[in-house]
C-alpha cells in the first residue's frame, strides 16, 4: 500500500509539473503584436529550465570557431572549450561557481584545457546584452585577463546589473568603458556570437562545446572530466 501511495504520490508531481510548463507556454503563445518577444522568452525558459537538468546531448563533433574571443588559460592548450553563456542565466552562474573551479585546478591550469567564452545574451534577459557589451569593452581593453576579471564581477553581482554598475565594475578593476557602453561599440561583436551559437545548435545556456562536442546546460564536473579525458588519450 506504501509503495502505491509513493508511486500516486510521484505521479501526480510529474503531472504537475507538466501541466506548469504546457500553461507557460500556452501563455505565451497567446500574446502578440508587441509582446511576442515575451511569448518567444517563455518558451525558451521553460525550455531552459528542462535543459539545465538534462543529460549531455549526444553529437558528432561541431565546427565551433573561437572567433578571437577570450581565452582563459594556455592558448595553445590540447583541448579547447568553448562557451556559449548569457550573463543573466542563474545555470550559467551555478556553472561558475560549482564547476569552473575545478575545471580551472585539474584542466586550464594545468595547461590541458582552455576556455573560450562566446556570448549568446536571451531575448528575455533585459541586461544580458549590456553585459555583455559591457565585458567586451573590457576585453578590447585589457585582453583575456581583464575580461575574465569582468567575467567574474557580473556573474557575482547578477542581481544587481545595470548599465551604472557596470561602468562602476569596470571602474573598479581600472577601465572606463563608459562611451564604448553607451554608443554599444561592441554589439556587434555580441550579436555575431549569438548568430553562430545558434548556428552550431545552441538553443538555451549555457552550451559548451568540447574539441566541437556539445554538452548542453549546467552539467556536473565529472560530465567535463569525462569528455576531456576521452579527448585526451
Known sequence: MAKNKDKNLIIAIVAAAVLISGSLIYLGSQLGGTDARIAAGIEDYVKKQQQGQQAPTPSGPVDVDEDGDPVKGDKN?????????DYECPFCTRFVTDTLPQLEEKYISTGKVKLVYRDFPLSFHANARPAAMAAECVF??????????????????????NNDNLKAWASEIGYDI?????????????????????????RGTPAFFINGRL???????????????????
Not at 178 to 202: H, I, M, R, S, Y
Open 77 to 85: 592548450a590540447p583541448i579547447t572549450i568553448i562557451e556559449f553563456s
Open 140 to 161: 578590447n581593453q585589457g585582453g583575456d585577463d581583464a575580461y575574465y576579471e569582468m567575467h567574474d564581477k557580473i556573474f557575482e553581482n547578477q542581481r544587481s546589473i
Open 178 to 202: 563608459t562611451t564604448c557602453l553607451d554608443n554599444e561599440e561592441t554589439g556587434e561583436e555580441v550579436d555575431a556570437d549569438f548568430a553562430d551559437g545558434q548556428k552550431a545548435g545552441v
Open 215 to 233: 554538452i548542453s546546460g549546467a552539467q556536473p564536473f565529472s560530465v567535463f572530466e569525462s569528455i576531456i579525458e576521452e579527448e585526451l588519450k
